[in-house]
């Protein structure tokens, strides 16, 4: 079946620095990528959606300058948590739409120290 | 404003014995409907999905039901085995929109040997 892959799978970073975590989709294109986060314990709360080519759109309450998305290619989105505070710390998941589901990443565990 | 809903957080059933998970919706908007399990740190595990112009589908031990009057969907397993231990999360959908999935709070399942 489809693949999603993120990297990288855990990071850990300091107050104030900025962190680039990828998602790729393995053997299929998708113009659409979506990015979700999750707390410890909680539901899987959607961040945004990627577009390919295009502007992300932003789901209520989620910073668009604190979370850059890109997504630059139909196989690779990326999302950057810029000036990382702990609050941030959290495990965020980036999918996409094969034929009839959508596909998950791994994951990426953030700690911000 | 939960629209999708898992109201018991966790359920313990014995090996062999059918384990049911129901999910409640409010959005009529909503049009198809999947199954994830996961594991903590792991990205979502897609099991099953249904579309709303049926109310039954089946996949080996799982099975999905949908009620729309009710806004009610279930997905059983039979038998349950420990393997199936894991937390499962309904998912939902208008497809006519962008797509988004909406989550539930999920199911913590306990499968005793």
């Known amino acids: 079946g489809a693949v999603v892959s993120q990297h990288p799978s855990r990071v850990i970073c300091k107050s104030g620095t900025s962190v680039k975590i990828e998602c790729r989709s393995l053997?299929?294109?998708?113009?659409?990528m979506f990015w979700y986060r999750q707390f410890p314990k909680q539901s899987l709360m959607l961040m945004a959606t990627?577009?390919?080519?295009?502007?992300?759109?932003?789901e209520q309450g989620v910073e668009k300058d604190k979370f850059l998305i890109n997504h630059a290619s139909l196989t690779l989105s990326t999302l950057t948590v810029t000036s990382a505070h702990p609050e941030d710390s959290s495990f965020y998941i980036c999918?996409?739409?094969?034929?009839?589901?959508?596909?998950f990443g791994p994951g990426t565990r953030l700690t911000v120290t | 404003d939960q629209q999708v809903k898992q109201n018991s957080p966790s359920l313990s059933v014995q090996e062999g014995r059918i384990s049911i998970l129901n999910c409640d919706y409010t959005?009529?908007?909503?049009?198809?409907f999947l199954w994830y399990k996961k594991y903590p740190a792991e990205g979502p595990t897609f099991l099953i999905s249904?579309?709303?112009?049926?109310d039954k589908n089946e996949d080996g031990r799982f099975t999905v039901f949908l009620n729309k009057s009710a806004k009610h969907l279930s997905l059983h397993i039979v038998p349950s085995q420990p393997g199936d231990s894991a937390v499962y999360f309904c998912?939902?959908?208008?497809?006519?929109?962008?797509?988004?999935?909406?989550f539930g709070k999920g199911i913590t399942l306990s499968v005793r040997p």
């Open positions: 959005n009529s908007m909503f049009d198809y």
């Open positions: 990627s577009n390919e080519g295009s502007k992300a759109t932003y």
């Open positions: 249904i579309s709303s112009i049926k």
């Open positions: 999918s996409a739409w094969g034929s009839y589901e959508q596909y």
């Open positions: 053997d299929f294109q998708a113009t659409t």
């Open positions: 998912a939902a959908c208008h497809t006519g929109a962008n797509s988004k999935l909406t």
